[in-house]
C-alpha cells in the first residue's frame, strides 16, 4: 500500500472515528482541539484511548503530539491501567508510543499501584512497556526506586539494577530501606523477588 493510500485511509479513521475539532494551521501541520480517539488491533479489538486537550498531526511525519495526554491501555472491555504525562508522540502507523514528563502509570485496584517516570515508550505489537527515568513505584507496602523498568503483559514489573526498595511499617512510615540488583515486582501476588549475579541469591517477599 502505497503512503498516499495510508495516509487517506488515516485521514478518513481521524474524520469518522476520533470525531475532534481539527483546526488546519498550514499543509504539513494540523492542530486538534480536544482529541479522543481509539486504537484497534487488526482484529477490531480496542488496545488503548488517548485524549488530549491540545494536539496536532504533521502530515510530513505521520506523527501525532498532544499535550497533557490520558492513555487508557484496555484488556478486553475493561482499563487496565491508566497513564498520564506532560506530552506524547505517536508514530510508526500508530504502532509506537512515547510518553515524556511526569509520566503516572496506575492500576486500578482497591489498594492503588503508582508507577512514575520521566519516559515511556510502548511498541503495542510487542509485550513490554519501557520506563527510564527517575523510576518510583508505590503502593501501600513498598515504595521501589531505579531508573530503568520494563512492565509485561504478566503483571511482572522489572527494576534494572541499582535499585533501592523501602518496606513500609504502620502508618506507612518507611521500616527498612535496602539497596539491591535487579528486583521484580508481581502485581497480581502483591510480592517482590530480588535476584543478585550470583543466581544462588534469592529473596521473595509477601504482603
Not at 484496555?74 to 498520564?84: A, D, L, R
Not at 520506563?131 to 531508573?147: A, C, K, T, V
Request: hydrophobic share 35%; net charge neutral.
Amino acid at each position: 500500500m502505497s503512503k498516499f493510500h495510508r495516509f487517506f485511509i488515516f485521514l478518513l479513521f481521524l474524520i469518522f472515528g476520533c470525531a475532534p475539532n481539527v483546526i488546519e494551521e498550514n499543509k504539513v501541520i494540523q492542530k486538534i482541539e480536544s482529541l479522543d480517539m481509539n486504537i484497534f488491533s487488526k482484529k477490531g479489538e480496542k488496545i488503548y484511548s488517548i485524549t488530549s486537550p491540545n494536539s496536532s498531526y504533521d502530515n510530513i511525519e505521520l506523527k501525532f503530539k498532544s499535550q497533557k495526554p490520558i492513555i487508557n491501555i484496555f484488556n478486553g472491555e475493561e482499563t487496565k491501567y491508566i497513564i498520564s504525562s506532560e506530552e506524547s508522540t505517536l508514530s510508526d502507523n500508530n504502532r509506537i508510543l512515547k510518553l515524556k514528563g511526569n509520566v503516572k502509570l496506575k492500576t486500578l485496584r482497591k489498594d492503588e499501584d503508582i508507577l512514575y517516570a520521566d519516559n515511556f515508550i510502548w511498541n503495542i505489537e510487542e509485550t513490554n512497556y519501557l520506563l527510564e527515568g527517575n523510576i518510583r513505584f508505590e503502593n501501600e507496602n513498598i515504595i521501589l526506586n531505579s531508573g530503568k523498568a520494563k512492565l509485561g503483559l504478566d503483571n511482572i514489573i522489572e527494576f534494572f539494577n541499582p535499585v533501592k526498595y523501602i518496606l513500609k511499617g504502620e502508618n506507612s512510615e518507611n521500616k527498612y530501606e535496602i539497596n539491591s540488583e535487579n528486583a521484580y515486582y508481581n502485581l497480581n501476588t502483591e510480592s517482590v523477588s530480588f535476584k543478585a549475579k550470583d543466581k544462588r541469591v534469592k529473596s521473595i517477599i509477601y504482603f
